[in-house]
């Protein structure tokens, strides 16, 4: 299984950024959880997409801003970033696993996700 996340880049204030997450070598997985990791910080949860009963979770630093989405012809879940603020600063990875997973609970802690892709950075700033 592997992951391939891409779509970073340098965004102005309040501004708008589409990341990809694009799976490859396996079909079945059962969501995408995004997580970011700021300079100096741990990573955090970002948002995930359970495909199994099509419910998207959001950490509540987030929620209105972004949106996940999935386009299951191209084996792509999208998070979509808008009103992007500086705090958004960070790099963005996307992540699953062969089993299913709680959303509400690997946001929390992703120890249990076997599959990372290699971040792509998203940097705010005007």
């Known amino acids: 299984v592997q992951l391939q996340a891409s779509g970073g880049g340098l965004v102005q204030p309040g501004g708008s950024l589409r990341l990809s997450c694009v799976v490859s070598g396996y079909t079945d997985y059962k969501g995408i959880a995004w997580f970011r990791q700021a300079p100096g910080r741990e990573r955090e949860g970002v948002s995930c997409l359970s495909l199994g009963d099509g419910k998207s979770y959001y950490v509540d630093s987030v929620k209105g801003r972004f949106t996940v989405s999935r386009d299951a012809a191209k084996n792509a879940v999208y998070l979509q970033m808008s009103n992007v603020k500086p705090e958004d600063t960070a790099v963005y990875y996307c992540?699953?696993?062969?089993?299913?997973?709680?959303?509400?609970?690997?946001?929390?802690?992703?120890?249990?996700?076997?599959?990372w892709g290699k971040g792509t950075l998203v940097t705010v700033s005007s």
């Open positions: 992540a699953t696993d062969t089993v299913q997973f709680p959303c509400q609970v690997v946001l929390r802690d992703p120890r249990g996700l076997d599959y």
